[in-house]
């Protein structure tokens, strides 16, 4: 699954490596852009609409995007809170960003410590600004989201784990 797909750059590197891609565009000309450039492969789904509004798919997935930075947590939040939250994911965002969901030894997000027992998050590469065109003014870094195969707290504690991470949070600010 890509999330905002944009001019196709990266759906059309995914479509050389994947049996499916859904790509999802909200903007109505960018999506008929690629409707007349990509629209005629089999194995591609494009659709067009608002992927916050949309229903998730049931079978396993991944995904690999360029993500729109204003509603960077937004995305993330609806895919690892999911029902069947993708295997892995592979999001290119403001490296700023990462502070939120990455776990690290000095100070961590109510975020990063609700999905760590369920996902591993580190930053797999840091790119220049000169890799994009055009040049962004923030720096970028692929974030990579892993599903543990065994989550770190048991299922069946989801709730209070969550219930008691947000009242730490709460309670102490």
């Known amino acids: 699954m890509e999330v905002g797909a ?18 999802i565009e909200i903007d109505e000309d960018l999506f008929a852009n690629l409707s007349s450039h990509l629209g005629g492969n089999k194995t591609l789904d494009l659709v067009c609409g608002n992927f916050l509004n949309l229903e998730l798919p049931k079978e396993p997935y991944k995904v690999f995007s360029n993500i729109p930075f204003s509603i960077t947590g937004e995305i993330i939040k609806k895919l690892l809170f999911a029902a069947n939250p993708p295997g892995t994911c592979h999001l290119i965002i403001q490296k700023e960003a990462t502070e939120k969901f990455v776990v690290n030894k000095k100070k961590n997000s109510m975020l990063s410590i609700l999905f760590y ?56 600010r």
């Open 117 to 172: 027992p369920w996902f591993q998050i580190n930053i797999d590469h840091v790119f220049k600004r000169t890799d994009f065109k055009p040049i962004p003014n923030v720096d970028l870094c692929l974030l990579k989201i892993t599903k543990r195969s065994e989550p770190l707290v048991p299922h069946n504690n989801l709730g209070k784990y969550r219930d008691f991470v947000v009242f730490k949070f709460t309670k102490s």
């Open 6 to 23: 944009g001019s196709g750059i990266i759906t059309q590197e995914l479509l050389s490596v994947s049996r499916k891609v859904i790509a």
